[in-house]
């Protein structure tokens, strides 16, 4: 009984902390003249990933890198195919072409990064697959050129707004950040809980920790981007939907696996990197999705529902695969 209690609270903070997190993210761009896409990329993505960034340290430290490697590679998958697919069969999601170009790209590019690091060994001949500290190193650098790209973004938003617009007030903006603040602590708390419940569910039918890692665990701690993004999406804000996940997605590989491995070294099993290859696969289709139309850049309902039917062929395979 406790276990249902705690995944129903969970689901309420989730819910009413991610209405908190993009009101305030919102209200914040509009007065530091940036747009919702930089903050979705930034403040909420990171906020919606601290989860994940909890689970791989603990991970790391303990010595339970399968679970490290399963959640993060799990939710990136999650956060396209479920997050992305829920979103845009709730609202076609219009995405900038500044987006198409860049950002999406840059969130495949991680994944190949990712991808090659890991399959050095193989290539070497050396040992088998691993995220050594050295390519950690590589991945927490990447993150910071990527930390760079959005400052110099926001930065020419802020000129370019300043030339056009009367200065913004500031005195709603402490309300905002207090906002965001109460919606992030919601949110991971929302997903702790839900986590914890789903975890113990589990231990209770005999689920593996292998597939715990890559479903329950991943699936838990992406809860916050899935209710943000959603949420999003219902206020018609693709900006935020999209940017979160594509936000997320990058500091999930950069940030979180690079900090990870400067802990332990991550070995990666060949059903790994076969997970590496889906991680790529999905965000590829995320980025060919963007040119199938014809209303510009646009995820329609139809290609949401394409995702969601990935997932679960997805979802098949690993229950299969053991």
């Known amino acids: 009984m406790l276990i249902y209690v705690l995944l129903a609270a969970g689901f309420v903070l989730l819910v009413k902390g991610a209405d908190f997190l993009v009101h305030g993210a919102s209200s914040i761009a509009r007065r530091l003249r940036v747009s919702d896409l930089v903050i979705g990329l930034t403040v909420v993505a990171f906020g919606t990933s601290a989860p994940e960034f909890v689970v791989n340290i603990v991970a790391s430290v303990e010595g339970t890198t399968g679970i490290a490697i399963g959640n993060v590679l799990g939710s990136n998958i999650f956060n396209i195919l479920v997050i992305l697919g829920i979103s845009s069969l709730l609202y076609p999601l219009t995405v900038t072409a500044g987006t198409v170009r860049r950002e999406i790209p840059l969130s495949l590019l991680a994944a190949v990064l990712l991808g090659v690091l890991v399959s050095t060994g193989y290539l070497t001949g050396s040992s088998g697959a691993a995220l050594t500290r050295a390519g950690g190193v590589v991945l927490v650098a990447a993150f910071g050129g990527f930390l760079y790209y959005i400052a110099a973004t926001a930065k020419k938003q802020r000129i370019r707004h300043a030339a056009a617009e009367p200065a913004p007030s500031h005195a709603g903006l402490a309300k905002a950040v207090l906002l965001v603040g109460v919606g992030l602590v919601m ?29 329950l665990v991943a699936v838990g701690t992406s809860l916050p981007e899935l209710a943000t993004s959603v949420t999003a999406a219902l206020r018609k804000n693709a900006d935020i939907a999209v940017g979160n996940i594509v936000g997320s997605n990058v500091f999930n590989i950069l940030w979180i696996l690079g900090a990870s491995a400067l802990i332990r070294p991550l070995p990666f099993t060949d059903e790994s990197i076969l997970d590496v290859g889906m991680v790529i696969c999905a965000t590829a289709l995320l980025l060919a999705t963007m040119f199938t139309g014809k209303k510009g850049h646009v995820l329609e309902r139809w290609e949401g ?14 229950m299969y695969r053991g």
Not at 191 to 214: C, M, N, P, R, Y
Not at 305 to 318: E, P
């Open 187 to 215: 949110l991971n708390v929302g997903a702790k809980l839900v986590v914890d419940g789903a975890v113990e569910l589990a231990a209770e039918i005999g689920v593996s920790q292998t597939l715990v890692g890559l479903t």
């Open 305 to 318: 529902g394409l995702f969601l039917a990935a997932y679960g062929a997805y979802v098949a395979f690993l």
